[in-house]
């Protein structure tokens, strides 16, 4: 979740990022070159009209050349005087353009800032000691590329205090995202009791909610609504299966007075062993809704896990369940862990019923010690199961394909209440094929991993 929502906030964060550098260089670069042609036309307009006062002056093309040339050397710009019909008297080695005649006009009627060719230029009358003409002054030299350094850091500046509050934006946008997936998360994993925090001044003042809060209330009620449905199933599943006792007690009672005789004895005997199946169905059923309930084994202490295993061995030598199949247990030291002996028997005694089902004697019971686990195994010599119902397996009521040697008996609850007595030990389990033959998958392996508690 930290992954995504990182991912979903640099990108929101990228994004307000970059149209601030691109606002910010288009700003700078505008206001940059504005202020440059600003300041070329008011500062060309005056200096034009100030040198072209100074020239006036001179008596002379000769002083006028030599005022021309020290204008242009003091204020470093270029210079070019021209007579009315627009020879050049004077000019600099960048000789500026000449004038048409509707500019020669207008720069007869005062100073003008002109711009073609070269760039800005600005024009002004020249009248004085027989000369009437004009005299075209361009912008300073070394201020044609415009200084960009101020404007640069006050965009760098504007930049950074927009982006300190565009990070809080992005993190205000995505952090609700990352909370609903997380939610999402959480309650697809089995936590339905998990809900959305709303946001924090909406939960303060009552303030009115935008599309992100609507949102999560949304979500927040579709929970509520799941968590309750789920709850009612189960409810009623458990009262269901708790009030089915008594009937099944009474008909194994009325079972055990009826009168037996050489052709009712099978029947009977037939009647007592569904019997049996429907009771330790219900049992299934009420054990899962207690690990549900509690989510914690009831009863933990200390079990010698390897004397569990021979006393499976021991009743699979006399169980019906089992009928006859050949179960043996795999060698091994004795090994203790803290574990609810009761469910933790029963599960596997459902792994071993599974294993006479639907797979082939021999059936191998084995436990062994790795870094701080248990490993389990309850494994068959049958079909084993195929890779893609390995996972399905452990659903409540689905059964695969059976193989070889099945009674056809069964509801799908048995590997479902393996699964939660290690759910709710820490532990997990997994289907797998017991061995490889010439490329083949064979027989099946169920194995069971629990924390090793020294507790």
Same mark, same amino acid.
């Given at each position: 979740?930290?992954?995504?929502?990182?991912?979903?906030?640099?990108?929101?964060?990228?994004?307000?990022?970059?149209?601030?550098?691109?606002?910010?260089?288009?700003?700078?670069?505008?206001?940059?070159?504005?202020?440059?042609?600003?300041?070329?036309?008011?500062?060309?307009?005056?200096?034009?009209?100030?040198?072209?006062?100074?020239?006036?002056?001179?008596?002379?093309?000769?002083?006028?050349?030599?005022?021309?040339?020290?204008?242009?050397?003091?204020?470093?710009?270029?210079?070019?005087?021209?007579?009315?019909?627009?020879?050049?008297?004077?000019? *600099?080695?960048? !000789? =500026?353009? #000449?004038?048409?005649?509707? +500019?020669? &006009?207008?720069?007869? /009627?005062?100073?003008? @800032?002109?711009?073609?060719?070269?760039?800005?230029?600005?024009?002004?009358?020249?009248?004085?000691?027989?000369?009437?003409?004009?005299?075209?002054?361009?912008?300073?030299?070394?201020?044609?590329?415009?200084?960009?350094?101020?404007?640069?850091?006050?965009?760098?500046?504007?930049?950074?205090?927009?982006?300190?509050?565009?990070?809080?934006?992005?993190?205000?946008?995505?952090?609700?995202?990352?909370?609903?997936?997380?939610?999402?998360?959480?309650?697809?994993?089995?936590?339905?009791?998990?809900?959305?925090?709303?946001?924090?001044?909406?939960?303060?003042?009552?303030?009115?909610?935008?599309?992100?809060?609507?949102?999560?209330?949304?979500?927040?009620?579709?929970?509520?609504?799941?968590?309750?449905?789920?709850? *009612?199933?189960? !409810? =009623?599943? #458990?009262?269901?299966?708790? +009030?089915? &006792?008594?009937?099944? /007690?009474?008909?194994? @009672?009325?079972?055990?007075?009826?009168?037996?005789?050489?052709?009712?004895?099978?029947?009977?005997?037939?009647?007592?062993?569904?019997?049996?199946?429907?009771?330790?169905?219900?049992?299934?059923?009420?054990?899962?809704?207690?690990?549900?309930?509690?989510?914690?084994?009831?009863?933990?202490?200390?079990?010698?896990?390897?004397?569990?295993?021979?006393?499976?061995?021991?009743?699979?030598?006399?169980?019906?369940?089992?009928?006859?199949?050949?179960?043996?247990?795999?060698?091994?030291?004795?090994?203790?862990?803290?574990?609810?002996?009761?469910?933790?028997?029963?599960?596997?005694?459902?792994?071993?019923?599974?294993?006479?089902?639907?797979?082939?004697?021999?059936?191998?019971?084995?436990?062994?010690?790795?870094?701080?686990?248990? !490993? =389990?195994?309850?494994?068959?010599?049958?079909?084993?199961?195929?890779?893609?119902?390995?996972?399905? @397996?452990?659903?409540?009521?689905?059964?695969?394909?059976?193989?070889?040697?099945?009674?056809?008996?069964?509801?799908?609850?048995?590997?479902?209440?393996?699964?939660?007595?290690?759910?709710?030990?820490?532990?997990?389990?997994?289907?797998?094929?017991?061995?490889?033959?010439?490329?083949?998958?064979?027989?099946?392996?169920?194995?069971?991993?629990?924390?090793?508690?020294?507790?």
């Amino acid at each position: 979740c930290e992954v995504m929502g990182g991912r979903l906030f640099v990108r929101i964060y990228l994004h307000f990022l970059a149209v601030l550098v691109v606002v910010a260089a288009v700003t700078g670069v505008v206001i940059a070159n504005g202020w440059r042609g600003a300041f070329f036309r008011w500062w060309s307009e005056r200096l034009s009209t100030h040198f072209a006062s100074l020239v006036a002056q001179q008596p002379s093309d000769v002083a006028r050349r030599a005022m021309v040339r020290h204008l242009a050397d003091t204020f470093d710009v270029d210079i070019t005087l021209r007579e009315g019909n627009g020879d050049v008297i004077a000019s *600099t080695a960048h !000789e =500026l353009p #000449a004038l048409d005649e509707e +500019e020669q &006009r207008d720069v007869a /009627a005062g100073p003008k @800032v002109l711009g073609r060719g070269r760039g800005w230029f600005a024009a002004a009358p020249v009248e004085g000691h027989g000369l009437r003409g004009t005299l075209e002054v361009s912008p300073v030299r070394r201020f044609r590329s415009p200084h960009l350094v101020r404007p640069v850091m006050l965009a760098a500046l504007a930049l950074l205090m927009v982006g300190l509050a565009s990070g809080v934006l992005a993190r205000r946008i995505s952090r609700p995202v990352e909370r609903l997936t997380e939610a999402a998360r959480r309650i697809g994993g089995g936590d339905l009791t998990h809900r959305v925090p709303l946001a924090r001044a909406l939960r303060k003042r009552g303030g009115r909610p935008d599309e992100i809060d609507e949102l999560t209330r949304a979500f927040n009620d579709m929970a509520e609504r799941v968590e309750g449905v789920v709850r *009612t199933q189960k !409810e =009623l599943l #458990a009262n269901v299966s708790h +009030e089915l &006792r008594s009937p099944l /007690a009474r008909l194994r @009672v009325a079972l055990e007075l009826l009168p037996r005789d050489s052709t009712s004895e099978a029947r009977l005997d037939d009647l007592g062993s569904d019997i049996d199946e429907l009771d330790r169905l219900i049992e299934d059923v009420l054990t899962m809704s207690r690990l549900d309930a509690t989510g914690l084994p009831a009863h933990p202490q200390r079990v010698d896990v390897r004397a569990l295993l021979a006393q499976l061995v021991e009743r699979a030598a006399h169980d019906p369940a089992v009928a006859g199949r050949q179960v043996c247990l795999g060698p091994g030291d004795p090994i203790e862990a803290s574990v609810d002996g009761a469910l933790l028997k029963r599960a596997l005694w459902n792994l071993v019923e599974n294993a006479a089902r639907y797979g082939a004697a021999p059936i191998t019971l084995a436990v062994a010690a790795t870094d701080g686990a248990l !490993e =389990l195994t309850v494994t068959d010599e049958g079909a084993g199961i195929a890779p893609a119902d390995r996972e399905r @397996v452990f659903q409540p009521f689905f059964r695969a394909t059976r193989g070889g040697g099945s009674d056809g008996r069964g509801y799908g609850l048995g590997l479902a209440l393996a699964r939660r007595v290690a759910e709710v030990h820490g532990g997990s389990i997994r289907a797998e094929a017991a061995r490889c033959e010439e490329g083949e998958e064979r027989g099946c392996t169920m194995r069971m991993t629990l924390p090793r508690s020294e507790a």
